[in-house]
């Protein structure tokens, strides 16, 4: 495993900890799609955000 997905992997567990604290019913769906692509890409080493802003044109 790499620094990057070490990375991700921290920053999914700090935002599901304040998901956790806050309480899960209370929390806005909105706030686990960050959560589950930064788990996917730490375990998988493909980030979906590094593809769709490179499709954008970004670099």
Do not use: E
């Amino acid at each position: 495993m790499n620094a990057m997905r070490m990375t991700q992997l921290t920053i999914s567990l700090i935002i599901l900890a304040g998901i956790w604290l806050t309480g899960f019913d209370s929390v806005h769906w909105l706030l686990y799609v960050p959560v589950a692509l930064l788990t996917f890409a730490g375990i998988s080493g493909i980030c979906p955000g590094m593809k769709v802003w490179g499709k954008l044109g970004f670099k």
